[in-house]
Structure formats: structure tokens, C-alpha cells
């Protein structure tokens, strides 16, 4: 038993805005007062003290073949950001792209408890799977990419909803997948014939059918299968001058659907003079705060080194030739692709400067804070560690007016970000970093300190700094347990992999197995995780 007295308490699910009460733990779970051996219990004495929820990333890239394939590729990352061993606790190194322990003991350092990780192609699921085992303390899960999937792909062009639907479940469960991810549909797929996608009805070389068909396909099956997180989209022209236009035209193409859209601050460009992007966070702004169905994450750019890398290999060919930077491209056979682009950027470069400015307009304009969540899409815009730096930015305005003086005069003009005076309060940060990412990924016992959540906590001392606040708790608990201390880890208990497991009809596998005969260098047999458990694995319901 474990109490925690005397805090004020930021739980948006509950309605908690600082209000001082006291959270009572009893076997990893939040129980009622009335519940409480207050005789037997541990006390924290938290008075004064900032109590919230452990935080949820609904967004990063930390474990599977393309975050390990970036370790390998850049042995520079990891010179001057190594942890030496420390009693019972393991040694690690990387600084945008940290080693496994490593990662698991910094998002718990900064009071982090439930990660998710953004994206797996199905065939190296079980990769991902073995490095989450070996990810410490923290809960996660991973989204599976589906937007380029050839059997998916030919669903859709014969008018095989059914099927459709069935393989989806199939590939959830054969993967032990949480949700569905879409990265440039159809265009990765282009890509292996040297081409892209540009607009929602191109045509997908060699099977006729249009990103428009894909997401629109994918947006249903995903309710259709209740799934508890709808398609997390990286649509397509991220990064161009176009990307504006056609996020908000797939976001009216999915209107009535569940959808949520990640890291949107690489899709919210213009075209500007001499070619440097324009900022379009106001009209991106806007339609996001029209569709009830939409929430974003907005991938905030934090000056410094950053490691790129997504299942967009059209993109990361582009970047680089763009800035010269080595480059790795990857295959995934029928399913997608990526590639790995090391960047550094300036506050003097303005095309840099403009993605900067970016987020903070989308952050600042997006009225409700349960549709718009801080993520650096790690290790892409930059490092999570980076996130108690940005939460400086949305609470002290004065500050965030200081950096915007200090970068490029061309990523300053036109912008609106000077005249928003708005700064986030202690409250819509515990929304925008726990308890809104946590309802939309349909973690009924994440984000919140109600009777029943999970016994995540994370105890802050208030300061005028919010990033040295935010950087090191106090106190964090995991299930309950302590973990962290003043910012340093304590214990490294495992933590728990999350995944799906959808009903679908079995007489689809004769199709399936048919399909990798044809096209897989993978048997059907070796490919599917449906009868091995996962370390420490839980199933979400659907429906």
C-alpha cells in the first residue's frame, strides 16, 4: 500500500486542477480512500508538490530494425552520451538514438511511463518485439504500417472490403500490433520505381488504386474492428511546400472517421519566396479544430541534432540530397520502406527556423488541448528528452518570444506566433503529455489517477523554470513502485507490451498463405507471432 498525501493534483480525466488530495496505491492500482491501510502503507509526503499522472508519448521511434539499424549507422550519436554501469543497472550510450535500457531509464528519469512506438513493418515485428522486452520500466506497444501493403493493396483495387477488413485483424494479431499506421500511402510503394505521389488520386504503380482509396479503406476498417487507437497518419508531401494543402484535404476526405495524424508539423508548409517553406500552422489550425473525429501529435522541432527516419523512403532519399548528409536506404519486401538521414539544425537556417516556428503556431492555435499532443516525433525533430524544453516554451511566453528573436529574420516574417500571447497552464500540460494521449490511444487506465488507473505517478517541484521542473521529478512511480528519485533511476522493473488481437475469419489465411507462396522470401509459418507470447504482454479489447 502506498500513499500519497498532501499534492496538488493535475488529472484532467478526473477534473483535478491543482486541487490538494491524497492518491492511495494498492497492488500497482489507484484505489479509494476508503480502501486505504493507512496504518501499513508507505507515506509520500507531497505537500506543496505538483502530482500528476506518468506521461504517455503517443509518438516515438525507439526499438525494431530501422531505430537499431541508426545506432549502427551513426557511432558518432553515442560519443559523449554514454552512462557508465551503476550497481545493478545497465550501461547505455546514444544521444538522439539511445540504447535500448537506456531509452526506458530516461523517459522514466523525466516521469514518462507509456511509450509508444510508431512504427513496425509487420515482417520485422518480432525485431521490435524483442527489443521492447528489453526496454525497462516503461509500457508500450507499436503501430504496424499498412499503407504499402501489396495484399492490401490488391483488397482494395478488386473491391475486397471483406477480406480487406479480415487481413487487417490478420496482420494486428499475427504481429501483436496495437494499431494501424499509414506512412505515405502509396507513394513508398512509387518509390521502388523511382517515383512518389503527390496528390490523393495518383495511381499506385502496378495496382490501381489511390492514397485516397488506401486511407479511406484503412479509416474504416479500423472502426469496423473497434480498434481502441483509429490510423495514426504521416500523409503524403511531408516536408514539401504541397504538404499543407493535401493534409487538409485528407483530413475532409476522412471527415466522420476516426483519424489521427502524427508529427503535423512537417505536413503544415506553404510554398514561401526563394525556396523556404511557409508556415500554414493558422489554416492546418483550423482544420483541426473543425473535425471532432481529429486529433495530432505535432512533432515540435527542437534545435540540434536529430537522427531521421520514417518508412518514407522518398522523403529521405529527398533529404538527403538536400543536405548532403550519408544516408541509408531500407526495403521491406510487399510492405514498405525507409530510410536513416543524420541532421543537425540552426536557429540560422531559416527553412529550419520555419519548422520550428511551425509547431509552436500549431501548439498555440489548436484550441483544445485533448486534439493536440507534444511529441518531437523522437528522434526526427529531436530527442524526447527535449520535451521539458518545450513545455518551457508553451508555459513562459517570454521565453518562447526569446528564442523567436534568435532565429532567422525570414523564418520571422509573416508569422503570428509573436502575437499569441497564450501560455499553457500546469493543467493543459498534464492534457497535452498524459491524460489526452491516453484517450486516444484508448488506455482506459493510463493517464489519470481515478480508482482503477494504473499507478503511474509522477511528483514534480514547482519552479519558475519549467524545463528544469519537467526535467527532473522528484518522485516516480510505476505500478506503484518507485522508479526514479530527483531525476535519477532507482529500479528498473519490466514493463508491460500492449497489443490487439481483433476477430477476423480464419478461412482468410488460405488467401494469406497463398499470397506469401507467391511473393514472400518469408514462409507463412515463420511470420506470424500468433502463438508466442510476448514478455510481459497484455491484450487491449477492441470494440
Known amino acids: 500500500m502506498l500513499g500519497v498525501l498532501g499534492g496538488r493534483v493535475y488529472d484532467p480525466r478526473n477534473g483535478s486542477d491543482g ?16 480502501e486505504a491501510d493507512r496504518q501499513g502503507a508507505e507515506i509520500v509526503d507531497a505537500t506543496g508538490l505538483v502530482v500528476m499522472p506518468g506521461g504517455v508519448d503517443i509518438h516515438s521511434h525507439i526499438v525494431g530494425a530501422k531505430v537499431n539499424a541508426a545506432r549502427k549507422f551513426r557511432p558518432e550519436d553515442h560519443r559523449g552520451a554514454e552512462r557508465a554501469r551503476a550497481g545493478a543497472f545497465r550501461s547505455g550510450s546514444g544521444h538522439t538514438v539511445p540504447s535500448t535500457h537506456l531509452t526506458g531509464y530516461l523517459y522514466a528519469e523525466m516521469g514518462y511511463t507509456t511509450v509508444m512506438e510508431a512504427a513496425t ?9 524483442e527489443e521492447m522486452a528489453d526496454v525497462p520500466i516503461i509500457d508500450k506497444a507499436t503501430f504496424i504500417t499498412m499503407g504499402n501493403n501489396h495484399f492490401l493493396m490488391k483488397c482494395i483495387r478488386d473491391g475486397r472490403h471483406e477480406m480487406a477488413r479480415d487481413y487487417v485483424a490478420w496482420l494486428l494479431r499475427a504481429s501483436k500490433g496495437y494499431a494501424i499506421k499509414i506512412v505515405n500511402p ?36 479500423s472502426g469496423e474492428l473497434g480498434l481502441p487507437h483509429p490510423p495514426h497518419i504521416h500523409g503524403i508531401n511531408l516536408g514539401r511546400s504541397s504538404s499543407a494543402r493535401t493534409s487538409i484535404e485528407t483530413m475532409a476526405a476522412l471527415d466522420g472517421l476516426r483519424a489521427h495524424f502524427c508529427h503535423i508539423q512537417f505536413l503544415s508548409y506553404g510554398k514561401g519566396k526563394g525556396g523556404v517553406h511557409t508556415s500554414e500552422a493558422v489554416a492546418i489550425a483550423e482544420a483541426v479544430n ?10 515540435q522541432l527542437v534545435f540540434g541534432s536529430a537522427t531521421t527516419m ?6 529521405q532519399h529527398s533529404l ?8 541509408m536506404n531500407v526495403d521491406v519486401e510487399g510492405e514498405t520502406g525507409g530510410g536513416i538521414v543524420p541532421v543537425f539544425y540552426k536557429r540560422t537556417n531559416p527553412i529550419n527556423a520555419v519548422m ?38 508553451l508555459m513562459d511566453r517570454d521565453y518562447r518570444a526569446e528564442v523567436f528573436e534568435g532565429i532567422h529574420a525570414r523564418a520571422r516574417e509573416g508569422s503570428v506566433l509573436h502575437d499569441l500571447e497564450r501560455e499553457y497552464s500546469l493543467y493543459e500540460i498534464a492534457v497535452i503529455t498524459r491524460a489526452g494521449p491516453a484517450r486516444a490511444l484508448g488506455l482506459k487506465n493510463k493517464g489519470h489517477l481515478g480508482v482503477g488507473a494504473d499507478a503511474d505517478i509522477a511528483i514534480y517541484q514547482e519552479m519558475d523554470d519549467k524545463a528544469e521542473m519537467f526535467a527532473r521529478p522528484r518522485y516516480v512511480f510505476k505500478g506503484g513502485t518507485l522508479v526514479a528519485r530527483d531525476g535519477t533511476v532507482v529500479a528498473d522493473p519490466p514493463g508491460r507490451t500492449f497489443y490487439v488481437a481483433p476477430s477476423y475469419d480464419p478461412g482468410v489465411e488460405k488467401d494469406i498463405r497463398r499470397h506469401f507462396e507467391a511473393t514472400y522470401t518469408v514462409s507463412f509459418e515463420n511470420y506470424s507471432m500468433l502463438s508466442q507470447p510476448v514478455t510481459h504482454e497484455e491484450v487491449i479489447a477492441c470494440g
Open 290 to 299: 473543425a473535425h471532432p473525429d481529429l486529433t495530432v501529435d505535432v512533432g
Open 356 to 393: 520550428w516556428r511551425t509547431g509552436m503556431e500549431l501548439f498555440l492555435l489548436i484550441k483544445d488541448p485533448w486534439k493536440v499532443f507534444l511529441t518531437t516525433d523522437h528522434p526526427n525533430a529531436g530527442c524526447f528528452t527535449s520535451y521539458p524544453h518545450v513545455i518551457k516554451l
Open 121 to 129: 513493418a509487420p515482417l520485422v515485428a518480432r525485431h521490435a518485439h
Open 310 to 315: 520514417t518508412s518514407d523512403g522518398p522523403l
Open 320 to 327: 538527403h540530397r538536400t543536405t548532403g548528409s550519408k544516408w
Open 186 to 221: 502509396g507513394g513508398v510503394e512509387n518509390w521502388k520505381w523511382g517515383s512518389n505521389v503527390g496528390e490523393l488520386d495518383d495511381e499506385v504503380i502496378g495496382f490501381g488504386v489511390t492514397p485516397r482509396q488506401i486511407l479511406e479503406t484503412l479509416a474504416q476498417i
Open 19 to 34: 486541487e490538494t488530495r491524497d492518491i492511495w496505491v494498492k497492488d500497482g492500482r489507484v484505489v479509494s480512500p476508503e
